[in-house]
């Protein structure tokens, strides 16, 4: 494959391609054509639209949900514990592609009677963190956060927290956003609720209070968001650092978009938790590298 290919981070709701020529990124598209976001077009057909923009066919390896049961092509999982070396040697081909050759790759699945879970796109990420920052735990801030406990170079497992939903929900169709002004920022609201998040042991009771402040006018309105998003962090991080307790003076790595890992980095800092922060795209690049790499051994 040498070091001329296509990267592309296919997910539920985006696309992301880059193109390496000589392993330096020359080009690079975007799309909202995630997989949930066809418009009635085919995976195939979303591809070939997309690849016409770069004339010679270069080979394609391909992360995210484009390997779910809702994208192209449902490929199977690998089970955790796993090492990420064992990644680039499961990756599954795509006929339909031509004359493009194809491949996808594999997401990491937990079947435990304490933790079913799943990730697709992020070990990727973790890849290429891992060979930039490795540490003993990585957190991936999104929709659905990833917190990551390694073993050395083995994904020994992992929890999903649906905080960046959530917060989505609580504050878009439920009570909680019922007759609220237009958000604006509020740094010291952020601060307040991860304060109250990260010392609460009943997060649930603390819901519904967040409307009821807002209401008897003790917290603005146009605060909500922020104090919303304090609480529910502050508490992700409260919780998941007693379920993945560090060694002394390590550190944890931070992986995704800068301005969300820097609200985990206000949380981390307010925990006494030692962090360093990498960026999402440059984690998934390398690691797609990475990955290269390994097919040409």
């Not at 000589?22 to 979303?46: E, H, I, N």
């Not at 599954?92 to 491949?103: F, N, S």
């Not at 003076?249 to 006494?272: F, K, S």
């Amino acid at each position: 494959m040498s070091d001329s290919f296509i990267a592309i981070d296919w997910g539920s709701t985006n696309l992301r391609a880059w193109r390496y020529e000589q392993g330096v990124c020359v080009d690079s598209l975007q799309s909202q054509a995630g997989v949930t976001r066809l418009d009635g077009r085919t995976p195939q057909q979303v591809f070939s639209e997309l690849m016409a923009r770069w004339a010679e066919p270069l080979p394609v390896v391909m992360a995210g949900m484009v390997g779910s049961n809702a994208g192209w092509l449902q490929v199977p999982y690998l089970h955790c514990p796993t090492r990420l070396t064992e990644v680039a040697q499961q990756l599954t081909a795509i006929e339909q592609a031509l004359p493009y050759r194809a491949w996808i790759i594999p997401g990491i699945c937990i079947e435990r009677e304490d933790n079913y879970n799943v990730m697709r796109g992020e070990e990727t990420q973790l890849i290429g963190a891992y060979a930039e920052q490795p540490a003993a735990v990585y957190i991936m801030p999104g929709t659905h956060s990833k917190w990551v406990r390694m073993e050395g170079d083995t994904l020994a497992d992992f929890r999903t927290v649906m905080t960046g939903e959530l917060h989505h929900l609580l504050l878009s169709h439920s009570l909680i956003g019922v007759g609220l002004s237009e958000q604006r920022p509020n740094p010291q609201a952020f601060i307040n609720g991860l304060e109250v998040g990260m010392n609460e042991s009943h997060i649930v009771r603390r819901l519904f209070e967040t409307r009821a402040a807002h209401v008897l006018g003790k917290l603005e309105k146009s605060a909500v968001s922020d104090w919303l998003s304090g609480l529910l962090i502050g508490n992700e991080v409260a919780q998941m650092q007693r379920e993945y307790p560090l060694p002394p003076d390590a550190a944890v790595t931070v992986i995704g978009n800068p301005q969300l890992g820097e609200r985990y980095a206000q949380a981390l800092t307010m925990a006494g938790i030692r962090h360093q922060i990498l960026d999402g795209d440059r984690a998934f690049q390398s690691g797609i590298r990475s990955i290269v790499h390994e097919l040409e051994n």
